[in-house]
């Protein structure tokens, strides 16, 4: 199975698209009121299918509450909101660490300083849905096998019911950083990243909710790097143009074996046209009437490397439209029959009548 990554290089760019509400949009750190969560006391249903987290319970020392027997963190709905590209069901923790679909949330920073959460929150039905999704984080910055408390640093209940209003997200998937303190230690240690539709959690990380996910990581291993950038970064062109842009792998990270246009964009619509050849989108803008502006766009991506983990991005784009054309020749109006003009002399009266000549200004 694929494994996809986030690229850290480039979140800083990706996430001023996200200020334009192309893909969602940027949200710095905050704590929410701890309120209306989910208690230790709700009732446990056996023999459902729910999204469970699989962090190890009771096992080589450690009691992350993860098993229905727990209380463990679990999400009843996972079709309304989840993490990352795909989500599992199961009738209890798959233990341990055998979630196959844990594809949502990245954690980057130093230890003892500012650090950043990633969540990819994908939704299923963008521009229509109502309702607050929260994200969650939870670290086992002391390393004593469970979730709770603090170290010298950080409190291991990291990010606390950071609230997403899901009705202005208009992309199925959205990227949301969320700034937090990281414990003393980063590495070789269990984390939580959840996310809960209308319900807040506690810091216990147990206990039933109606829709979301759960997912547990154990940062126990060396990261390689997989780091893609689109060249050039934006694309720039003008309405009615086309250009091109590369997908190249950084220096420093693992080759790219392939890259695809990702299957939720479609490659032709009426304001452009994506066409791709190898690792590079052609993107032709058709011509549109309309005021001066600067329109953002993009081009969704997925990468593939050769040791077969890949991730997905996406380029933007801006393109320029130009004002239409304002100034229009009006005709002279023309005359629907001969002037005639009347002039009294003596008594009498002698009208004239004038030619019509088309193009000649009338004499003062």
Same mark, same amino acid.
Request: aromatic letters at 10%.
């Given at each position: ?90 009738? +209890? ?16 920073? !130093? ?14 039905? !963008? ?172 081009? !969704? ?20 439209? +130009?004002? !239409? ?40």
């Amino acid at each position: 199975m694929t494994e996809f990554v986030m690229n850290q290089k480039l979140v800083a760019g990706v996430l001023g698209l996200l200020v334009l509400g192309f893909v969602g949009y940027f949200i710095s750190a905050n704590i929410a009121n701890k309120q209306n969560f989910s208690t230790d006391k709700q009732p446990k249903v056996v023999g459902a299918d729910f999204d469970f987290g699989d962090a190890p319970d009771g096992s080589q020392g450690q009691n992350f509450p993860s098993l229905l027997s727990s209380n463990g963190a679990r999400t009843k709905k996972t079709d309304e909101v989840w993490l990352g590209q795909a989500v599992t069901v199961e009738r +209890d923790s798959k233990q341990v660490d055998k979630d196959e679909n844990d594809d949502g949330v990245k954690l980057v920073g !130093p230890s003892c300083k500012q650090s950043s959460a990633y969540f990819f929150v994908h939704i299923k039905n !963008p521009g229509k849905m109502t309702g607050t999704a929260y994200l969650n984080l939870y670290a086992d910055w002391n390393k004593d096998g469970r979730w709770g408390g603090q170290d010298e640093c950080g409190t291991e209940w990291a990010v606390q019911n950071f609230a997403v209003d899901v009705s202005k997200q208009t992309e199925e998937i959205a990227l949301y950083q969320v700034l937090f303190t990281a414990g003393k230690n980063t590495r070789e240690i269990w984390f939580r990243g959840a996310v809960t539709l209308d319900q807040q959690m506690n810091e216990t990380a147990t206990g039933e909710f109606l829709s979301g996910e759960i997912e547990d990581w154990n940062l126990t291993e060396t990261p390689k790097d997989y780091f893609s950038y689109c060249d050039p970064n934006p694309l720039v062109l003008n309405h009615g143009d086309e250009k091109t842009v590369t997908i190249k792998a950084d220096p420093l990270s693992q080759k790219i074996k392939s890259v695809a246009l990702s299957t939720l964009v479609k490659p032709d619509n009426d304001r452009r046209k994506i066409t791709q050849n190898g690792n590079s989108f052609t993107y032709k803008s058709k011509k549109v009437d309309g005021p001066r502006r600067d329109e953002p766009d993009s081009i !969704p991506y997925s990468v593939e490397f050769t040791d077969g983990v890949g991730w997905w991005d996406w380029c933007p784009v801006i393109v320029h439209h +130009d004002e !239409p054309p304002t100034t229009i020749k009006r005709p002279l109006p023309i005359p629907s029959k001969a002037p005639s003009i009347e002039t009294k002399s003596g008594g009498s009266t002698k009208t004239e009548t004038h030619p019509i000549q088309e193009g000649i200004p009338a004499q003062p």
